[in-house]
């Protein structure tokens, strides 16, 4: 085993912050009516339809992409 002192922070190695990222792309391109509708002031939608669209972005991300979270980490 060898260990590997990282910096402090450094976002390329935090497999999260990939996930969110992921996410976050996810819901801007399936759900840019919410961003829009948020954007204008007006009530996007209801607290139900914000839970199945998060619900929605998470479930998409899938093992092949989250191989690649590790992979592009340098975990792989």
Known sequence: MKIEY???YLSDFNLIEQAFSFIK????HYY???AHSNAMGT???DAVEVYE???????SIMAEQARKFYHHSGYL
């Not at 792309?25 to 801007?28: A, L, P």
């Not at 669209?53 to 479930?59: I, R, T």
């Open 53 to 59: 669209m998060l619900f929605d972005a998470v479930y």
């Open 43 to 45: 009530d996007p939608t």
């Open 6 to 8: 990282l910096p402090a």
């Open 25 to 28: 792309s996810y819901v801007h």
């Open 32 to 34: 840019a009516h919410f």
